[in-house]
């Protein structure tokens, strides 16, 4: 049997809203044009192989296994990527009704560096919702929790603006291609950062009812604000403020920046993955001089809209 299944899912950047997100404050999210990949091939067997490949083409991870243990309570194996994936699969199954599944080869591919925080785990959920038919975010909050942005963003057409909702998204398409984004990029911080450690900075506590209708805006302002760079920096460098007062930590421009002369925000769990600058051209040159040689531009990486 040669029966090829072909899906894809984008990464995302999360442009406001981090942390705040999951306590229902509507946050401004971007899809990428970089994917993550899944090929499935169908079987006559029970035996099942799973391959995963990072950017550069590297083999990361495989896995060999057969639908019995597959679909057991517990998988005979002790590599926790494995386990994690045997309960995204199980889960998938339970909650599309899907009990006839079959052995496969599946082929993850990925036009994007897995360690760089663009949603590697995400783009996993969608893809497999795609593939299983089940919900995505049903699949998210089961297996990984989180705010489900990230999966909204891996199907979506353009930038939207998103409402966790207790659990019941909501999301709005909206238009924000800044006319001023030929000086906004983006750099690498040459480290990742795990989400789920993140989230526990938050003190939902310290989100007062001000802060929150500031938060609520801040979506509209970054695109209201994008044709004017002193406006847009005004705009990254109050969100950067009033974070820092819920999460306890520095911006990540007193932490490692603070003589940069342009505006920083960090992009999802702060200290780590990608964060968004502005700045003319020469201002790529100063990250890269403190070793920050990952730094994409905005037409490298947002969505033709």
């Not at 079959?102 to 925080?117: C, I, K, N, P, Q």
């Not at 040159?285 to 531009?297: H, M, R, V």
Request: charged share 25%.
């Amino acid at each position: 049997m040669n029966d090829k299944k072909k899906f894809k899912a984008q990464g995302k950047f999360l442009i406001t809203g981090e942390y705040a997100v999951l306590n229902n404050v509507p946050a401004l999210a971007m899809p990428l044009k970089l994917n993550q990949y899944l090929e499935i091939s169908d079987r006559d067997d029970q035996v099942i192989t799973w391959k995963s490949y990072n950017n550069n083409g590297d083999l990361w991870y495989q896995l060999a296994t057969n639908v019995p243990d597959l679909c057991s309570d517990s998988i005979n194996c002790s590599n926790p990527i494995s386990l994690k994936l045997s309960k995204i699969l199980n889960t998938a199954l339970q909650l599309s009704s899907n009990n006839s599944l079959r052995g496969f080869d599946a082929v993850m591919t990925l036009d994007f560096d897995r360690h760089s925080g663009m949603g590697t785990s995400s783009t996993l959920i969608s893809l497999i919702s795609q593939w299983l038919g089940c919900n995505p975010y049903q699949l998210q909050f089961k297996c990984f929790g989180g705010s489900g942005y990230d999966i909204a963003c891996a199907r979506a057409s353009k930038s939207l603006v998103y409402s966790y909702n207790n659990a019941d998204p909501v999301v709005e398409e909206v238009t924000f291609d800044p006319a001023i984004k030929e000086c906004i990029f983006f750099v690498y911080l040459n480290r990742k950062q795990d989400s789920r450690d993140s989230i526990a900075q938050f003190n939902r506590e310290l989100l007062t009812d001000d802060l929150r209708e500031e938060l609520t805006n801040m979506p509209q302002g970054f695109i209201s604000a994008s044709n004017n760079v002193s406006e847009f920096n005004k705009y990254i460098d109050r969100h950067e403020e009033i974070i820092s007062s819920l999460i306890g930590l520095l911006p990540i421009k007193k932490q490692l920046f603070e003589d940069y002369e342009g505006s920083i925000k960090s992009l999802g769990g702060w200290g780590g993955d990608f964060v968004m600058a502005t700045g003319g051209v020469d201002a790529r040159d100063y990250f890269k001089d403190k070793g920050y040689n990952e730094i994409l531009e905005w037409d490298e990486v947002a969505l033709k809209t």
